[in-house]
């Protein structure tokens, strides 16, 4: 009998040491993991940030410990804790390489469609692969001759319960959104506005047990399946007439508003003429969005589905794009950016999209490696646009770029005085360029779309052009451009409230369009929110849409705008607190719009 084996303090103490460190272990062995083929300095940055390194680790020690009570065995509760731990990472890791989406909790319910899928890659080990396989092989083999330790039953008992309430305890911190985007912060090797990289830089263990708050999809108050399926059992999806189809071709434009309307003065004519134009030429309305100088996928993903809600998008969805394509419409487009933003590669599909063309993939080409603009993007969408109508009907919806913010703030890089505050505003330099830049980028725009509208105007195909803006642009840190300016953006009133979230939106049809579906595609439309802009464009189009929009359509009636900031348009007036009918109709599309989102459809 050695030493340790005859002071039973050391024993103990040797045996929870080694369990302790083997754990450490593996939560190391998953950060190597974990940042796929990004950058080394990912890796390094988990070192550098105490938090997210401790946020990692505790978890795997507590479930290490909990293994061991469990096993009574050392060994063992190495080797289960590995496999949870170690197994989950490593398929995170095949899926950064191959799809650029980290494993999240959302990801367990379609695991099987993941191995089916994992038939099509190339999956080979690698150095850091061998390296983890190596050190759980030493670390198994170690502790099963050198840690024998094993509990009572009463130790092991009493143990489970302790972990287990240390786990509970710790839920709120990982569950909380201030830790996770302001205390363990990790910018220094990522792009923040990549939702993949913000993910990797957090670690994977963390991360990933953050994830399951957004994979739990909470029913609405009065949910049932049955009741849905009652609902919208009032309804007959509707076919497309053929004789009223028509191409729809989409344009959500960046940070794109008409300043003229929020009463900006020295705006110089030029900066809206062609714009202005447009809207003459069409249909246009306000758009109340759920979003202000950012989050643009929340804009977009309202108008593809139809819900003011949104959830993370991890599998097939339903969506009005899906509803097109089953109508044998093409359902494709673009965006000159990075495939990465916003996670758009993985779920433009996922929405319905047959093709989604980004920078890596097609405007690079165009532009020498960067960010195409709308003098390159513009063109080349009407090119593709026009490729495909001699395969069918189209639903190509593209999303600009050009006008992302910020904003120069040291000097004037759009062409031209697009504004003079003179006699107007005491403003500073900072103000000035931020906003000539912006309405530069604003003029131009206007004046490329409107080339683009003329180049199919006379067109033989029918086409119905779709224009609005995701949100307002960001005007300096805190809105202080807008607040120089004098702009009511207080949205406890009602005037600062749709300053702050509304943008326009235009349907502009071409001859051939109008003369098929006999309108002149003119005047002036609802305000209406960003999840009713389809509904408003079947409309005009006399379509009647599937199901869920007929549904939607009613509760239209009783509330054209709905928010996910918890305001409502209700009988002409901005509302926090809904009568009786309009509660009822807020239950109905909760309802419905909840069961869409988990219950796809694909016929």
Not at 293 to 321: H, M, P, Q, W
Not at 327 to 351: A, E, K, V
Not at 387 to 410: A, L
């Amino acid at each position: 009998m050695n030493e340790t084996q005859a002071n039973p303090k050391y024993f103990w103490l040797w045996n929870i040491s080694f369990v302790l460190l083997s754990a450490a272990g593996i939560g190391l062995m998953s950060l190597l993991l974990a940042y796929g083929d990004y950058s080394w300095g990912v890796f390094l940055g988990y070192f550098t940030h105490p938090l997210i390194l401790l946020l990692n680790l505790v978890p795997v020690i507590l479930l290490e410990l909990l293994c061991w009570c469990f096993t009574g065995r050392a060994w063992a509760g190495f080797l289960l804790t590995a496999a949870v731990v170690l197994g989950a990472s490593t398929g995170s890791y095949f899926k950064l390489m191959f799809r650029d989406d980290p494993f999240v909790f959302a990801d367990i319910s379609s695991i099987s469609t993941a191995m089916g899928v994992a038939g099509n890659y190339a999956i080979a080990m690698d150095k850091r692969l061998w390296c983890v396989v190596v050190c759980v092989i030493a670390g198994a083999v170690f502790l099963l001759f050198l840690v024998k330790g094993r509990p009572s039953v009463k130790a092991r008992v009493i143990g489970s319960v302790c972990t287990a309430l240390c786990g509970a305890l710790l839920i709120p911190v990982y569950a909380s959104e201030t830790v996770y985007t302001q205390k363990t912060q990790n910018l220094d090797y990522i792009n923040q506005w990549s939702a993949t990289q913000n993910y990797i830089s957090h670690g994977f263990v963390y991360p990933f047990l953050h994830s399951i708050k957004a994979a739990i999809d909470t029913a609405p108050e009065g949910y049932s399946r049955n009741g849905v399926e009652a609902m919208l059992a009032q309804y007959q999806d509707a076919d497309i007439p053929e004789d009223r189809k028509v191409n729809i071709l989409a344009f959500q434009l960046e940070g794109f508003n008409d300043f003229t309307n929020l009463g900006i003065q020295g705006i110089d004519e030029s900066v809206y003429r062609a714009y202005h134009q447009i809207e003459a030429e069409g249909y246009s309305g306000d758009l109340v969005t759920n979003i202000f100088a950012g989050g643009t996928i929340d804009t977009e993903r309202c108008f593809l589905t139809g819900y003011y809600r949104l959830r993370d998008f991890r599998k097939n969805t339903n969506s009005y794009v899906w509803y097109l394509r089953q109508q044998g419409y093409q359902t494709t487009g673009s965006h000159p950016c990075y495939d990465w933003f916003y996670n758009r590669r993985n779920i433009m599909p996922w929405l319905g999209f047959q093709e989604y063309l980004f920078l890596e993939d097609h405007y690079a080409a165009l532009t020498n490696g960067g960010i195409a603009y709308d003098n390159v993007m513009l063109p080349e969408a009407l090119r593709l646009y026009r490729e495909k109508t001699e395969n069918g009907p189209v639903f190509d919806f593209h999303i600009t770029y050009q006008g992302h913010g910020p904003y120069t703030t040291d000097k004037v890089e759009w062409g031209g005085r697009a504004w003079d505050p003179a006699g107007y505003y005491d403003v500073s330099e900072y103000d000035y360029n931020v906003m000539n830049n912006y309405l530069g980028s604003v003029r131009d725009t206007g004046d490329r779309m409107l080339t683009l509208l003329e180049e199919l105007r006379e067109d033989p195909v029918p086409v119905v052009v779709v224009l609005y803006g995701d949100h307002n642009p960001w005007l300096g840190d805190g809105a202080s451009v807008y607040a120089d300016l004098g702009v009511n953006l207080d949205t406890h009133t009602e005037e600062g409230f749709f300053n702050y979230y509304s943008t326009r939106y235009v349907f502009w049809a071409n001859d051939a369009a109008k003369d098929l579906l006999g309108s002149d595609f003119t005047g002036t439309g609802p305000r209406l929110s960003a999840n009713y802009l389809m509904n408003e464009l079947f409309d005009q189009l006399g379509w009647t849409g599937n199901a869920y929009m007929q549904l939607t359509r009613e509760v239209r009636e009783v509330l054209p705008v709905v928010t996910s900031n918890g305001y409502f348009v209700e009988n002409g007036a901005l509302k926090e607190n809904l009568s009786p009918d309009g509660a009822e109709a807020l239950s109905v599309l909760d309802c419905a719009q909840y069961d869409m989102r988990r219950n796809f459809k694909e016929e």
